[in-house]
Each structure stands twice: as structure tokens, then as C-alpha cells.
């Protein structure tokens, strides 16, 4: 494994050789502007803000509760009370004076206006509420926290999955660039033999036949230079939206494929790795805790909870709305004394309370939270099998990819020492010219198959980064 990997790296780059000019972008600089412009990079960061303003807002529910009130109110027609006259001794609201005047009867029920309260009222208060002891708040402290940390793990899991759309998307265009560079130096090289040959022919040492052969390879030629040229810009398209860059703004990259440039990529050894390595994994940890605090909460809230409270305000009552805003001075008698218009109260308490007994619901929570657990454990499992097959695999398609690579390099390098050889032949006349073009044929091929394998190559490596957890840095 690690000397395909050495070879891979002493055979390709994927190492990006920085330009100087102003403005270009390396794959460094690609991820780094994705992961700060993406779209999915900016909803993953305010969902790290959302979980630290929900851990702000649980401490807040710790903290004093103040509200206050004010209101003022006039009954035009206030309702009546009820009272029933006993015969005899009168009663406190009626006398029997009174009763036979009104031609009452002893048990008569009478509706009398209401002498405790005027018809205007006002009311000014301030309530305050401090818990002293709640279990489910401490054990929601601890949940937001593990909230929090649970969206810093879908963000890290995020950007892993950015930096490896854009790392396809740029080694896909680097490809793409490479391809085009070598057709236009196979449509020079053909088109000078092609003149070449049509020289020959006019000077009576070729065939027109071999002229027309050259000229009908260098249109096909032609004709896939624009297919890569298009294949090019849509590699750049690509690039551009996964990084989410202005497609109407020029991106220059400063990159090439360079072998003598190629650099090794250390692998973690297997007794330095272990699963929590995996972004997904580090999601599922966070669950699995965040599942036992549900559990924990379950059972603090059958514990009681204790708080103080105290309200403080201001009342008053007038015949009329007026007088609600009136002055002490407003109702000062010949003597100048008047009441006081609004008068003070308070209150001051604890407040426990208890379910003691809820038809065991509680019970029957706790039960299922346990076997919510016990999924997110079933999960590790499950997890851990597939990681272990994404490592095997991944390992296999990269040794694949670099045995792949080795022939199709040689191929190419072979496909074109027989071409300079074809052409040689034919210009020094012991060639034919249909050997020239079954010779280009196979060129172009083994070219076009070792940028295939080549563009697996990188895949593959890129792959086992991510099944190891390697492919993106979290800190």
C-alpha cells in the first residue's frame, strides 16, 4: 500500500505549484473560500449561532423574571351582588325597615348595587420570580451545551463534504486543462506533418490519398480540442459553484499536474486511529449524549422544584375614569385633608412544587428514552461495520487506481514513442501514412486513458482520506 502510494506521488501531482499572479487560487485557497461562502458552509455556521443563543437563553431561565403591569379601567354599568334577607333580625346589607318597604319576604334573594367597589379602577404592579431549585434546569444547561457542541459536529461533518466536492471539481479541472494543453500539441504536430505531406504530394512524392487521410484525423482533432475546450469550461462552472464564486467573475487557478512535484501524503498508522476520527461518528457521540441527558431530565423532574416571588405594586379606585388621574388636593376636604390616591401593597412567598403521582407517564417516558438510547447504540455498531467497509474499500480502489495508473502511464508513454517512430518512417519514406494515423489513433486513446486513470487516481485518494476522517482539518 504505501509504495503504490509513493508512486503515485512520485508518478502525479495533485501537489498545486503556486503562480504568482495576483488573484489566483490554489486548492488551499479554493477550500478555504468555499468554506467561508458556500451556502451550506454559512447555514452550518448559523446553526452554531442559533445552539450558543439557546444555550444563552437556557442560562436566562435561571436568572430573576421580572414583569410588570398597568392598567386602568371604568365600568359604566357594574354588576350586581346578591344577598337574602332573613325576616326578624334584618340582615347586614337590608334592614326590616327596608324589606317592608320593598315588600320583601323572609328568604327573598336581592340583587343590590355593588357599594365595595367604584366604577373606576387602577392598578400598578411589579412581579418578580427567582427559581432556587430546578432539576430540569440544570440538566437543560447541560443539554444546551451538548446542543451546541452537536452543531459544531454537523458543521465540521459539512465541511468535510465541501472540501471534497471541491477538491473533485478542481482536480477535474486541472484534468480538463492538462487535456486540452496536450490536443493542441497533438493538432500541431499533426498539422505540420499534414503540411508536410501535402508538400510531398505536390512535388510528386506522396499520394493525395495520404494528404486527405492526415487533413479528415486533423478536423476529428479539431472537433474534440472544442469538446475539451467546452469540457474545460464547464469544469470551471462547476468549480465555481461549488465554491459559490461569481460565475460572471473571472477564477484563474494556479495549479498544474506536475510529476516531479508530487508529494507523499502520510496515512495515520492503525493503533493512532479510531472511529471518532469519522466527522459522522463525532455526530453520533454528540446524540448519544445528548439522548442520556433526556433520560437524566426525565428523572429531575420528578423532583421538586422551589422559588421565591414577590409583587409589589399600586391601586386605587374613583366614581369616575377622571379621578383615577386626579391629585390628592383634587379631593382634600374644607379641613384639607384627602385620601391618598394610590395606595401600596406587596407580597412576598416561596412556591414548591411537586408531581408527586402522574398516572405513571413518567415512567413510561423514562422506558422510552432508554430505548431511544438503545438505537443510538445499536447505531455505533452499525456505524463502526460500515466505516471499517468504507476504509477496506476505499483502500482496494485506490491500490486499483494506482495499478491502473502505472499501465496506463506506460501506455501513453509507449503510444508515443510509436507515433515519433510511425512519422519518422514516413518521411524518410519506409512508412506508410495510414501507419501514422493508426499510430495517432492509439496516442490520443492511451492519453485519454491515462488521464482516466490519472483523475481516478486522485479520486481514490481523496476517498480513503475521507473514510480514514483525514480529508478535512477541524481545528
Known amino acids: 500500500m504505501k509504495g503504490k502510494l509513493t508512486l503515485l506521488f512520485l508518478m502525479l501531482s495533485t501537489w498545486l505549484v503556486a503562480q504568482e499572479t495576483s488573484g489566483s487560487f490554489t486548492l488551499d485557497d479554493c477550500v478555504e473560500y468555499a468554506l467561508k461562502n458556500s451556502v451550506d458552509a454559512k447555514n452550518a455556521l448559523l446553526d452554531e449561532q442559533i445552539a450558543t443563543a439557546r444555550v444563552k437563553e437556557t442560562v436566562g431561565i435561571g436568572l430573576p423574571q421580572v414583569s410588570g403591569s398597568v392598567s386602568v379601567q371604568q365600568s359604566p354599568t357594574q354588576p350586581r351582588f346578591f344577598t337574602q334577607y332573613t325576616a326578624g333580625g334584618g340582615s347586614f346589607f337590608i334592614t326590616d325597615e327596608q324589606a317592608s318597604q320593598m315588600g320583601l319576604s323572609d328568604g327573598d334573594v336581592v340583587?343590590?348595587?355593588?357599594?365595595?367597589?367604584?366604577?373606576?379602577?387602577?392598578?400598578?404592579?411589579?412581579?418578580?420570580?427567582?427559581?432556587?431549585?430546578?432539576?430540569?434546569?440544570?440538566?437543560?444547561?447541560?443539554?444546551?451545551?451538548?446542543?451546541?457542541?452537536?452543531?459544531?459536529?454537523?458543521?465540521?461533518?459539512?465541511?468535510?463534504?465541501?472540501?471534497?466536492?471541491?477538491?473533485?471539481?478542481?482536480?477535474?479541472?486541472?484534468?480538463?486543462?492538462?487535456?486540452?494543453?496536450?490536443?493542441?500539441?497533438?493538432?500541431?504536430?499533426?498539422?505540420?506533418?499534414?503540411?508536410?505531406?501535402?508538400?510531398?504530394?505536390?512535388?510528386?512524392?506522396?499520394?493525395?490519398?495520404?494528404?486527405?487521410?492526415?487533413?479528415?484525423?486533423?478536423?476529428?482533432?479539431?472537433?474534440?480540442?472544442?469538446?475539451?475546450?467546452?469540457?474545460?469550461?464547464?469544469?470551471?462552472?462547476?468549480?465555481?459553484?461549488?465554491?459559490?464564486?461569481?460565475?460572471?467573475?473571472?477564477?484563474?487557478?494556479?495549479?498544474?499536474?506536475?510529476?516531479?512535484?508530487?508529494?507523499?501524503?502520510?496515512?495515520?498508522?492503525?493503533?493512532?486511529?479510531?472511529?471518532?476520527?469519522?466527522?459522522?461518528?463525532?455526530?453520533?457521540?454528540?446524540?448519544?449524549?445528548?439522548?442520556?441527558l433526556n433520560i437524566k431530565n426525565k428523572y429531575a423532574e420528578a423532583i421538586p422544584m422551589i422559588s421565591a416571588f414577590a409583587n409589589l405594586g399600586y391601586s386605587t379606585q374613583s366614581p369616575n375614569f377622571g379621578g383615577l388621574f386626579a391629585t390628592k388636593t383634587d379631593f382634600e376636604d374644607q379641613n384639607g385633608v384627602g385620601p391618598d390616591k394610590w395606595y401600596g401593597y406587596s407580597t412576598l412567598g416561596l412556591s414548591l412544587k411537586w408531581n408527586m403521582f402522574t398516572g405513571l407517564q413518567r415512567n413510561y417516558q423514562i422506558q422510552q428514552e432508554k430505548l431511544s438510547l438503545s438505537k443510538i447504540e445499536n447505531g455505533f455498531e452499525v456505524l463502526e461495520r460500515s466505516i471499517e467497509l468504507d476504509i477496506k474499500r476505499a483502500q482496494d480502489n485506490l491500490d486499483n487506481a494506482l495499478s491502473r495508473l502505472e499501465v496506463q502511464k506506460e501506455n501513453a508513454e509507449l503510444a508515443e514513442y510509436i507515433f515519433n517512430i510511425s512519422q519518422i518512417k514516413y518521411q524518410e519514406g519506409v512508412g506508410s501514412n495510414l501507419e501514422v494515423i493508426e499510430a495517432d489513433t492509439s496516442l490520443k486513446e492511451a492519453q485519454t486513458n491515462y488521464f482516466s486513470a490519472l483523475y481516478d487516481a486522485i479520486i481514490a485518494q481523496l476517498e480513503l482520506k475521507k473514510a480514514l476522517g483525514i480529508l478535512y482539518n477541524q481545528q
Open 111 to 292: 340583587a343590590l348595587r355593588n357599594i365595595f367597589q367604584l366604577k373606576g379602577a387602577g392598578d400598578a404592579n411589579l412581579s418578580i420570580n427567582q427559581m432556587i431549585f430546578n432539576g430540569s434546569y440544570f440538566v437543560g444547561l447541560q443539554a444546551s451545551k451538548a446542543y451546541k457542541e452537536l452543531s459544531v459536529k454537523n458543521s465540521n461533518q459539512t465541511s468535510e463534504d465541501i472540501v471534497m466536492s471541491v477538491s473533485k471539481a478542481y482536480y477535474n479541472l486541472l484534468i480538463a486543462r492538462e487535456q486540452l494543453s496536450l490536443v493542441n500539441a497533438n493538432l500541431n504536430r499533426l498539422d505540420t506533418l499534414y503540411r508536410n505531406t501535402l508538400a510531398m504530394y505536390e512535388n510528386g512524392f506522396a499520394e493525395k490519398i495520404d494528404a486527405d487521410r492526415l487533413k479528415v484525423t486533423l478536423n476529428n482533432l479539431k472537433v474534440n480540442r472544442e469538446n475539451i475546450e467546452n469540457l474545460n469550461d464547464l469544469s470551471m462552472r462547476l468549480l465555481k459553484f461549488q465554491m459559490n464564486f461569481p460565475f460572471d467573475e473571472e477564477l484563474t487557478i494556479a495549479g498544474s499536474l506536475e510529476d516531479e512535484a508530487m508529494q507523499k501524503v502520510e496515512l495515520p498508522e492503525a493503533e493512532n486511529w479510531d472511529y471518532s476520527s469519522r466527522p459522522d461518528y463525532q455526530v453520533l457521540q454528540a446524540n448519544y449524549e445528548l439522548q442520556k
